[in-house]
């Protein structure tokens, strides 16, 4: 027969017992949970590493990455002149909201080039930049020098008609650019460039549909005398 045990063993295994929940309630030797690392730096840069070794990205994305800086950046000259040129209502709140959204996400891309160890472009007014090389990339809806004088020196409803015109291009050829993303073989599968891909396209393609209507409710031109 197997004996029962004793009185004091089974008060021994119930404080046993009784420490081991106290222990995994109050948090006793628990590890903490590591805390995010604020912003950028060495934290940052070894997440976007660890990411990237998840996520491969190509050459393509950085491309895309640079490129659209360059491209935003010629849309936030442009929507800057609203204000000054006499621009109606409608028109200003448009410039002001792309000022706003283009900024944020011209900084997000820096941080992704950044974080990667990936030169960081600094586009000319116009937009253009070089990406790693001495000849300027030309980007699809892009403006001339030629049309970005005409635009600078236009005003009131002429500005509104002018601005609206060129900022339709602008926003599809930046469409464009990510439909050439996703059709690149193996390209936007890190996860940061192809949510901020989509959300580009998705972003200026409302917004295009936004400004032909705004543009179909402008007063018709006068005629030239």
């Not at 300027?136 to 500005?159: H, I, N, S, V």
Request: hydrophobic share 40%.
């Amino acid at each position: 027969m197997t004996p029962y045990p004793s009185r004091r063993s089974a008060v021994a295994l119930l404080a046993l017992c009784a420490m081991a929940a106290c222990s995994s309630s109050t948090g006793g030797p628990v590890a903490a949970s590591p805390q995010p690392d604020p912003g950028g730096g060495p934290a940052a840069a070894a997440r976007a590493r660890a990411d990237s070794a998840r996520y491969p990205y190509t050459d393509a994305d950085v491309r895309f990455m640079s490129a659209m800086i360059g491209h935003h950046s010629q849309a936030l000259v442009m929507a800057a002149w609203a204000p000054d040129n006499g621009a109606n209502s409608s028109v200003r709140t448009l410039a002001e909201r792309i000022i706003n959204g283009q900024q944020d996400e011209i900084v997000t891309m820096q941080h992704w080039l950044r974080d990667r160890g990936k030169p960081v472009p600094q586009p000319s007014r116009t937009g253009m930049t070089t990406h790693g090389s001495h000849h300027p990339m030309p980007m699809p809806g892009m403006l001339t020098e030629d049309q970005l004088r005409q635009l600078r020196q236009a005003r009131g409803g002429e500005f509104d008609r002018l601005f609206l015109t060129s900022m339709i291009e602008h926003h599809r050829g930046a469409v464009s650019m990510v439909k050439e993303l996703f059709g690149t073989p193996g390209a936007a599968r890190d996860e940061t460039v192809f949510k901020f891909a989509n959300d580009i396209s998705v972003d200026q393609s409302t917004e295009v549909a936004r400004m032909e209507r705004m543009l179909a409710t402008l007063p018709s031109a006068e005629p030239s005398q």
